[in-house]
């Protein structure tokens, strides 16, 4: 099992930047894909970004690449999230998930806030 803190969120205005991270618990990171997911008020929570657990392959949604990237350090059992030129519509509780590359289980942080103002 894997316990996920993340940190980082906070208020910004548009067109500025953040950098999430989340720490993982456990010896084998590395087996874990990563991800990172936000939820807005009134909707459910979609899809951002994930990086395989070797780190070689990115994925994006449409609506942020070329603005967030992902990245990890295995060494320190945590994956980042790097996000420039936010906008309004990125204001949400962004989350972290790990998948376990052997069972496909994942699990789920409990989630920091991201609010962008004008």
């Known amino acids: 099992q894997v316990q996920l803190v993340e940190s980082g969120g906070g208020l910004v205005q548009t067109g500025g930047s953040l950098r999430l991270s989340c720490a993982a618990s456990?010896?084998?990171?590395?087996?874990?894909?990563m991800g990172w997911f936000r939820q807005a008020p009134g909707t459910e929570r979609v899809f951002v970004s994930a990086?395989?657990?070797?780190?070689?392959?990115?994925y994006y949604a449409p609506s942020v690449k070329g603005r967030f990237t992902i990245s990890r350090d295995n060494a320190k059992n945590t994956v980042y999230l790097q996000m420039n030129s936010l906008r309004l519509e990125d204001t949400a509780v962004y989350y972290c998930n790990a998948e376990y590359s052997v069972s496909g289980r994942d699990y789920w942080g409990q989630g920091t806030q991201v609010t962008v103002s004008s």
């Open positions: 990086i395989t657990g070797n780190g070689l392959r990115e």
């Open positions: 456990g010896r084998t990171f590395g087996n874990y894909a």
